[in-house]
């Protein structure tokens, strides 16, 4: 088994991703040869795969490009007149730095390509791929048209390169291997970019409906940053989060076509082995100091007072729990968990707003889940999820309390209405 995490906060396009397994593969030569074989066992024709290492701001990335026979469309089953003609049309010539969606005057529709891929003889897990991400497109762009999904027909999409990338990426990562592909936040990007429907805002629709629950960002950067093909594959066949704990194996880096001053326009893909049972997965993650002290000559209004003041001192963690003492006394014992070298503070704190003569220290091993917060929409507003994963495996999920309660309070309903609609709204990769 192989795992996967794709880096693509500098942007992410079908041909970037392509080209960084291409180069994580140490044989990129020889699969580009294999991806010809199965672009013409689809039917493709008219065009010539081309590997070139380009060095994008200080990084050594492989551009992987399409070229069509005299710069022009190859040849294409003309698409059905009565469907509607969707999808972008980006083309060399637009401010942004993936430039793989080309639009030329010939489209396919979702049900004709569909057909390309099922009738050929690519690997079931390579047609299960390829169709999920076309899919996911073809569902994007008829909301966002306001059409049935099966009359939803391509522009860009439905050009050869733009096949080639979309069915290359899902070959490439059979070819590999790999059954996990977990994915970093990606840039929205922003500006305008020209399109087969006129002009566009970045991120245009498709694109920002495929990425619906997926972790996104804004840092200033202008133009198209993730393309609709990009954004497909991710939503099909990948899963947002941190690096998983592996033992990486290998590194590839895929070149966007641009190279723009102050930022390298490149994705960046590590595979890597799952780790034993004995390694460092299930080792405690970090070191803490636990602090405690018992109490029996405290009144109870005075301990929330207690806990926010060791919050304040650094804590991670402070609560209180009944305890029987000496002599058949009730008391509280106080803990506060934090990092060693917030351990001082912590302990000052304890010591001074509450009765105790003293406290006890010791150094503990804490192992927690990698954590992150999903928005979700629901019908009362939006909501943080925070899931907590291991290994880029969800294992628990819980909405954001003031997030929840807020909203309630909004609307007049039950807390638990509102929680509950959080947690359905949350994307099925995200759920335990």
């Given at each position: 088994m192989t795992l996967a995490w794709l880096d693509a906060r500098a942007g992410l396009a079908g041909d970037m991703l392509c080209a960084a397994?291409?180069?994580?593969?140490?044989?990129?030569?020889?699969?580009?040869?294999?991806?010809?074989?199965?672009?013409?066992?689809?039917?493709?024709?008219?065009f010539t795969l081309r590997l070139s290492r380009v060095r994008r701001g200080v990084i050594s990335g492989l551009h992987f490009d399409v070229v069509l026979a005299n710069d022009g469309p190859a040849p294409m089953p003309a698409a059905d007149a009565r469907h509607h003609d969707h999808g972008h049309d980006h083309g060399h010539d637009h401010d942004h730095g993936h430039d793989h969606e080309h639009g030329h005057d010939h489209g396919r529709d979702w049900a004709t390509i569909r057909g390309m891929i099922l009738g050929s003889a690519l690997p079931e897990a390579v047609k299960?791929?390829?169709?999920?991400?076309?899919?996911?497109?073809?569902?994007?762009?008829?909301?966002?048209?306001?059409?049935?999904?099966?009359?939803?027909?391509?522009?860009?999409?439905?050009?050869?390169?733009?096949?080639?990338?979309?069915?290359?990426?899902?070959?490439?990562?059979?070819?590999?291997?790999?059954?996990?592909?977990?994915?970093?936040?990606?840039?929205?990007?922003?500006?305008?970019?020209?399109?087969?429907?006129?002009?566009?805002?970045?991120?245009?629709?498709?694109?920002?409906?495929l990425l619906r629950g997926f972790p996104v960002f804004q840092d200033g950067r202008r133009g198209e940053l993730v393309t609709p093909t990009g954004a497909a594959l991710v939503r099909a066949l990948g899963k947002a989060g941190p690096m998983p704990s592996m033992r990486p194996t290998a590194t590839g880096y895929g070149a966007g076509t641009r190279n723009p001053e102050g930022w390298n326009n490149v994705t960046r893909l590590i595979l890597g082995e799952p780790l034993r049972a004995d390694e460092s997965a299930d080792v405690p993650a970090d070191e803490v100091e636990v602090i405690s002290a018992q109490v029996d000559d405290m009144p109870g209004e005075a301990l929330p007072g207690l806990l926010q003041a060791l919050l304040q001192a650094g804590a991670a963690d402070a609560f209180a729990a009944p305890v029987l003492m000496k002599k058949g006394r009730l008391g509280q014992l106080i803990t506060a968990i934090c990092a060693p070298e917030r351990a001082g503070a912590v302990g000052d704190a304890l010591l001074r707003h509450s009765t105790s003569f003293g406290l006890r220290r010791h150094r503990a091993q804490r192992e927690v889940l990698d954590r992150r917060h999903v928005p979700v929409q629901t019908p009362f507003g939006e909501v943080r999820v925070k899931v907590g994963a291991r290994g880029g495996t969800p294992y628990q999920a819980k909405p954001e309390h003031d997030d929840c309660a807020r909203l309630a309070e909004a609307a007049g309903v039950p807390l638990a209405r509102v929680i509950e609609a959080a947690l359905r709204a949350l994307p099925n990769e995200e759920r335990p």
């Amino acid at each position: 088994m192989t795992l996967a995490w794709l880096d693509a906060r500098a942007g992410l396009a079908g041909d970037m991703l392509c080209a960084a397994l291409l180069d994580a593969s140490g044989d990129a030569e020889g699969l580009v040869a294999e991806l010809n074989g199965v672009m013409l066992g689809l039917g493709l024709s008219g065009f010539t795969l081309r590997l070139s290492r380009v060095r994008r701001g200080v990084i050594s990335g492989l551009h992987f490009d399409v070229v069509l026979a005299n710069d022009g469309p190859a040849p294409m089953p003309a698409a059905d007149a009565r469907h509607h003609d969707h999808g972008h049309d980006h083309g060399h010539d637009h401010d942004h730095g993936h430039d793989h969606e080309h639009g030329h005057d010939h489209g396919r529709d979702w049900a004709t390509i569909r057909g390309m891929i099922l009738g050929s003889a690519l690997p079931e897990a390579v047609k299960d791929r390829a169709v999920a991400a076309f899919g996911a497109l073809a569902e994007a762009e008829a909301r966002v048209h306001g059409v049935p999904v099966e009359r939803v027909s391509f522009h860009e999409v439905g050009a050869v390169d733009s096949i080639i990338d979309m069915v290359g990426a899902c070959y490439l990562l059979w070819r590999l291997g790999v059954e996990s592909l977990t994915v970093s936040p990606l840039p929205l990007g922003g500006g305008t970019v020209q399109t087969a429907h006129g002009v566009l805002t970045v991120p245009v629709p498709a694109t920002i409906e495929l990425l619906r629950g997926f972790p996104v960002f804004q840092d200033g950067r202008r133009g198209e940053l993730v393309t609709p093909t990009g954004a497909a594959l991710v939503r099909a066949l990948g899963k947002a989060g941190p690096m998983p704990s592996m033992r990486p194996t290998a590194t590839g880096y895929g070149a966007g076509t641009r190279n723009p001053e102050g930022w390298n326009n490149v994705t960046r893909l590590i595979l890597g082995e799952p780790l034993r049972a004995d390694e460092s997965a299930d080792v405690p993650a970090d070191e803490v100091e636990v602090i405690s002290a018992q109490v029996d000559d405290m009144p109870g209004e005075a301990l929330p007072g207690l806990l926010q003041a060791l919050l304040q001192a650094g804590a991670a963690d402070a609560f209180a729990a009944p305890v029987l003492m000496k002599k058949g006394r009730l008391g509280q014992l106080i803990t506060a968990i934090c990092a060693p070298e917030r351990a001082g503070a912590v302990g000052d704190a304890l010591l001074r707003h509450s009765t105790s003569f003293g406290l006890r220290r010791h150094r503990a091993q804490r192992e927690v889940l990698d954590r992150r917060h999903v928005p979700v929409q629901t019908p009362f507003g939006e909501v943080r999820v925070k899931v907590g994963a291991r290994g880029g495996t969800p294992y628990q999920a819980k909405p954001e309390h003031d997030d929840c309660a807020r909203l309630a309070e909004a609307a007049g309903v039950p807390l638990a209405r509102v929680i509950e609609a959080a947690l359905r709204a949350l994307p099925n990769e995200e759920r335990p």
